[in-house]
Structure formats: C-alpha cells, structure tokens
C-alpha cells in the first residue's frame, strides 16, 4: 500500500508504476481464498481494500482521464468482490458511491463493468437491492446526459454496450424495482436508438437488454409463479 501511494503521488508520466503496483495488488486479491472464517474475523481481502481504500480514491481522481488506468483500477475492485463475495458487504455502499462519482466525472465503461460486478455478487440478497437500483438510476441518469444524440452514440459505443449489459445483469438478480420504475421505458428509449449503431457489440448489449426484459415478462409456463405474473404485467404496460 505504501509502494502504490508513493506512485499514485508521483509525476504522471509515472503511471505505467502505478499500473504495475495495481495489477501486483489486484493479483493478491485475486488468489486469496481462505478455507474458512471463523466469527469476528474478517475476510483478509476486505481487510488489504479497507487499508489501500483512500489509496484507489486517489488514484480514481488524479488519473481518471487514463482509461486504461481505470480498466485496471475496476479489475482489481472486480477480484477483491468475486474473492470476498458476501464477506464484501461492508464496503458495498463506499464501492458504489465510488463507482457513480467516478463515472460522473469522467465516464469510462470500466466503471459501468465493475457496477454489473456488484449486482452478480450482491443481487440475489434482498437486503442489498435498495442500494443496487439506486446505483442503476445514478448510472443511467449519467448515461441518459451523455447519450442524447446519435452522434453521442455513435462516439460511445462501448458505453452503450457496458450500459445494457448493466441493465440486463439487474434484470436477471433482481428486476422488481426496474420493471415497477418508470425509469425502464427511458431505458428501452435509448437502446431503440443504440439499435440505429453501426457496431456489433453495443448492438449485442442492447438486445442482451430486451431479451431480459422480455423473458422477465414472459415467462415459462413451469416456472410461472405470482411474482412472475406481476412481473408480465409490467412488462406489458412499458
């Protein structure tokens, strides 16, 4: 931690350090996985990202023009969560609240990837829901601003992909709130016109996105259930 915060304060034409000490630290992360934890201890990963947390802070707002930097600032917050996984809960809403302030300073898809990273580890636990949609509503009101023109599709396509892809991974953990929020018609207004793109991969993460939005209102007759009822409805009147 000390390595990486004298590299994060030094000159920026010293980055390539910085990207060396956090592709070190995302390793370390990555391959720790202890066998068991008993009560009142911590998982060792929270334990390393609770210590270099105003470290990454530091670094997400002194190069968060360097995109490649922050691929490898969100890959390592994309191991510590998968090697936490629920252990990660106490960070959860830091991690979030980074992640939207990030992307509202300067909007790289990294950001949106690490957000769908937080639903796959948290989405299937209801307590943490409130704070997964308030993410997704911070997130889109970020890419509805960025996205208002097809020219500003047409620049951004990797956006659109990592955007609908986002949507789509919510749907699949946990759709009630986006399929009860007005928010999902916008959400199906931008992908019509992200359809309009000459690009193979937002093409793919906008109609990964209606897929999901269409399966969670039709679903099979074996899986057919009350929510899933509810769930149709509101499909139906978006």
């Given at each position: ?9 030094a000159?920026e034409?010293n ?21 068991q ?5 911590t998982h060792?990963?929270?334990d ?8 990454l ?13 922050m ?5 390592c ?10 252990h ?9 609240a ?5 992307f509202s ?5 990294s950001f ?6 937080c639903?796959?580890?948290?989405g ?6 409130p704070?997964l ?11 509805f601003?960025?996205?208002q023109?097809?020219?500003?599709f ?7 992909e990592?955007y ?5 991974r919510?749907?699949?953990?946990c759709p009630?709130?986006?399929l ?6 916008s ?23 209606f ?19 509810e769930?149709?409805?509101?499909v139906?009147?978006?």
């Amino acid at each position: 931690a000390q390595q990486l915060a004298t590299y994060a304060s030094a000159p920026e034409e010293n980055v390539k350090l910085v990207v060396a000490e956090l592709e070190r630290l995302t390793t370390i992360v990555r391959y720790i996985h202890p066998h068991q934890l008993t009560n009142g201890h911590t998982h060792p990963v929270l334990d390393v990202m609770q210590q270099v947390w105003p470290v990454l802070e530091a670094i997400a707002e002194r190069f968060r023009s360097n995109p490649n930097l922050m691929e490898k600032l969100c890959r390592c917050y994309k191991h510590a969560m998968r090697s936490c996984n629920v252990h990660f809960a106490p960070m959860l809403p830091k991690m979030i609240a980074h992640l939207v302030q990030s992307f509202s300073k300067a909007p790289h898809c990294s950001f949106l990837y690490a957000g769908s990273i937080c639903i796959t580890e948290f989405g299937n636990v209801r307590e943490y829901v409130p704070v997964l949609f308030d993410m997704i509503q911070n997130f889109s009101g970020i890419v509805f601003q960025n996205l208002q023109s097809i020219e500003q599709f047409t620049a951004n396509p990797d956006m659109v992909e990592e955007y609908f892809y986002l949507v789509a991974r919510f749907i699949s953990y946990c759709p009630d709130p986006l399929l009860q929020s007005p928010m999902l018609a916008s959400v199906l207004q931008c992908g019509v016109i992200g359809l309009r793109l000459e690009h193979r991969e937002a093409h793919q993460g906008v109609l990964h996105c209606f897929e999901k939005v269409i399966s969670a209102g039709d679903p099979t007759p074996d899986g057919w259930t009350p929510q899933l009822a509810e769930q149709r409805e509101l499909v139906r009147q978006v």
